[in-house]
């Protein structure tokens, strides 16, 4: 969840850092902080609790410089926001560390260190790395030995950064649980979290692998499995540009992401749609004699990845006639599950690196499941390596920790699925979903026409503090993700229930103080739907509908009807998104919160 970056050149790489860390701000984070190796052969470090910009304030105050350094964003997980917690950490005048990541065993590691006179000046679990690598060094061993050995001695998951002052020309990396990259440069490399702080500085990367532990110099890069042997890691060129991450012509990330859906879901179905059916090679080679074992599908995810999966259940099952079973990765990674004959194991997220997701599928490869498949925005992360098929939704980067495009775009990947699945069991192509995935960009730009009645609708929310959301079927799926919207960035607590659940206790809450939001598409559900509205309004509530243009509602007294440009069954829910989005987007900048960063959240979940 926070963010690391990392330097060694000839050339003063105070900028780099900083640079870096304003394109990771998006990760989430409470404090900030840098390293740097100067000439004199000294670590000098800058931190300051907030924004990058407090951090800019102080090196300002206070110049540093260096050709060799280490900069971090922290989230905090042991010990508050506070100058002292945040990174990098040193042991010394000397040594400093920047980690990603939770060390398990730090309470009895930093207690057997103390009872060697390390004196501990934050409550982080992080310090407890640095005191153990110099205590390793005053042993001597050298830095990389040091650090290795230091590994050994951890529980948990980590990323690090490590630099010392007497050993200059060298910056070493570690990899275990946390994603972390090489920017491959000309006479100077890099390390960071991901590929985009390092975008103005290079476009060539080594994705380490779990356990890798790399030397990183000014003329290359060496890199070690745990046990210390040399191994080769491929350098991919990567084709984003350094501004594919700038907000453009938008005030947010988040608005720039909402209007960048229309492309996003052509760029996700681009080669992947013939006349009548879904194009045979979509997961690469073997996947189609993969699906034909398919007996059910488990689907495994968190957050808004969790609610997509939860409208693809009704997709695969409607479509491909098996079983479907949607679980949250972190309940999932901690029961016994029973794995039933010819179960596919997919999984979902954004970043490819969420930590509880990326536990599950190693857990599930000693299950029993006939194969894995993963619907991912990040080509090269570590569940797009690790498992056996990967579904890539090619939205682009996502800067706002709400998201937007990435959701749309894993609907429209998990409907290809779907459909492709019907077709390896049943032999049977499918024309209607083709052609509504054929048009569905073209909707979803009509959507944005909602964008100035939903300004105006937003004033409804301004003195609010609850809502509740409704929708039926896969619709309902859509109300639960139109209510975390809402509540990550108005802060405004929203609930989302099957509208059929209304007199099962939900009805309790309604009154004019909870506005209440529903999405209607013009389905078989509707006029069930519409008896569940009434039951609200009966109440006294305050209605807010998103119906189909089609389906007869009118605004009246207390109920307020916005008109949805039409979406055929199976583009509902992505059509019915949008809306949703746009709206807790407009509360958010009337209650003037952190639209982009909203607080105590993070965008990489990379811990647990």
């Known amino acids: 969840m926070c963010g690391i970056v990392g330097a060694i050149a000839k050339r003063d790489v105070q900028d780099i850092l900083v640079e870096g860390l304003k394109r990771l701000e998006y990760r989430g984070y409470d404090s900030a902080g840098v390293a740097l190796l100067t000439n004199q052969q000294t670590v000098e470090r800058r931190r300051a609790v907030g924004k990058v910009a407090e951090l800019e304030a102080v090196i300002e105050a206070t110049p540093v410089a260096g050709n060799v350094g280490i900069a971090h964003t922290r989230w905090a997980t042991h010990g508050e926001p506070a100058e002292r917690n945040a990174h990098p950490h040193m042991s010394g005048k000397d040594l400093a560390i920047v980690h990603n990541g939770i060390i398990e065993n730090h309470q009895p590691l930093r207690e057997e260190l103390e009872k060697e006179g390390y004196f501990f000046e934050s409550d982080t679990d992080t310090e407890v790395i640095v005191h153990l690598i110099a205590k390793l060094r005053s042993e001597g061993r050298d830095l990389f030995q040091a650090v290795m050995e230091a590994l050994d001695h951890l529980d948990g998951a980590y990323a690090l950064g490590v630099i010392a002052a007497d050993e200059p020309d060298r910056l070493i990396a570690a990899r275990s649980g946390s994603p972390l990259v090489v920017g491959v440069g000309i006479g100077e490399n890099f390390i960071a979290s991901d590929s985009t702080p390092l975008l103005p500085v290079t476009n060539r990367f080594i994705y380490l692998e779990e356990g890798d532990v790399a030397e990183v110099r000014r003329d290359g890069v060496d890199i070690y499995d745990r046990a210390g042997h040399p191994h080769k890691r491929p350098v991919v060129e990567s084709t984003l540009k350094a501004s594919a991450t700038d907000k453009g012509e938008f005030r947010h990330y988040m608005m720039k992401e909402i209007y960048e859906q229309p492309v996003a879901l052509r760029a996700t179905l681009a080669g992947r749609l013939e006349p009548d059916h879904v194009a045979e090679d979509l997961l690469g080679a073997g996947a189609d004699g993969l699906f034909k074992q398919v007996k059910g599908v488990h689907i495994i995810s968190c957050g808004t990845s969790y609610h997509a999966g939860l409208i693809a259940r009704y997709w695969i099952e409607q479509l491909a006639r098996v079983p479907c079973v949607v679980e949250i990765a972190s309940e999932y990674r901690y029961r016994q599950p029973v794995v039933l004959d010819?179960?596919?194991?997919?999984?979902?997220?954004?970043?490819?690196?969420?930590?509880?997701?990326?536990?599950?599928?190693?857990?599930?490869?000693?299950?029993?499941?006939?194969?894995?498949?993963?619907?991912?925005?990040?080509?090269?992360?570590?569940?797009?390596?690790?498992?056996?098929?990967?579904?890539?939704?090619?939205?682009?980067?996502?800067?706002?920790?709400?998201?937007?495009?990435?959701?749309?775009?894993?609907?429209?990947?998990?409907?290809?699925?779907?459909?492709?699945?019907?077709?390896?069991?049943?032999?049977?192509?499918?024309?209607?979903?083709?052609?509504?995935?054929?048009?569905?960009?073209?909707?979803?730009?009509?959507?944005?026409?909602?964008?100035?009645?939903?300004?105006?609708?937003?004033?409804?929310?301004?003195?609010?503090?609850?809502?509740?959301?409704?929708?039926?079927?896969?619709?309902?799926?859509?109300?639960?993700?139109?209510?975390?919207?809402?509540?990550?960035?108005?802060?405004?607590?929203?609930?989302?229930?099957?509208?059929?659940?209304?007199?099962?206790?939900?009805?309790?809450?309604?009154?004019?103080?909870?506005?209440?939001?529903?999405?209607?598409?013009?389905?078989?559900?509707?006029?069930?739907?519409?008896?569940?509205?009434?039951?609200?309004?009966?109440?006294?509530?305050?209605?807010?509908?998103?119906?189909?243009?089609?389906?007869?509602?009118?605004?009246?007294?207390?109920?307020?009807?916005i008109p949805v440009p039409h979406a055929d069954e199976f583009m509902e829910p992505i059509v019915y998104t949008v809306p949703l989005q746009l709206l807790s987007y407009h509360v958010a900048v009337l209650k003037g919160t952190d639209v982009d960063q909203p607080r105590n959240l993070a965008k990489s979940v990379t811990v647990e």
């Open 342 to 561: 010819g179960r596919l194991f997919v999984s979902i997220s954004q970043s490819g690196e969420t930590a509880d997701t990326l536990a599950a599928l190693r857990m599930a490869k000693g299950l029993g499941y006939v194969g894995s498949v993963t619907v991912c925005n990040v080509p090269d992360s570590s569940l797009v390596r690790e498992s056996d098929h990967a579904l890539m939704t090619h939205a682009g980067p996502e800067i706002g920790v709400a998201s937007t495009k990435a959701f749309t775009t894993q609907l429209s990947a998990l409907l290809v699925l779907a459909t492709a699945l019907q077709k390896a069991l049943h032999g049977e192509p499918n024309e209607d979903v083709v052609a509504q995935l054929r048009q569905v960009a073209s909707v979803v730009e009509q959507c944005m026409e909602l964008d100035a009645p939903i300004k105006q609708l937003a004033e409804k929310f301004a003195d609010k503090h609850h809502a509740l959301f409704l929708g039926r079927g896969p619709l309902y799926p859509v109300a639960m993700e139109g209510a975390l919207k809402l509540k990550e960035i108005s802060y405004i607590h929203a609930e989302a229930y099957a509208a059929g659940e209304l007199k099962h206790g939900p009805l309790a809450l309604v009154d004019e103080d909870m506005p209440v939001v529903a999405v209607a598409p013009n389905n078989e559900l509707l006029e069930k739907l519409k008896s569940n509205l009434e039951e609200v309004r009966a109440r006294g509530g305050e209605l807010i509908v998103f119906a189909d243009a089609k389906a007869g509602m009118t605004s009246s007294e207390r109920v307020t009807v």
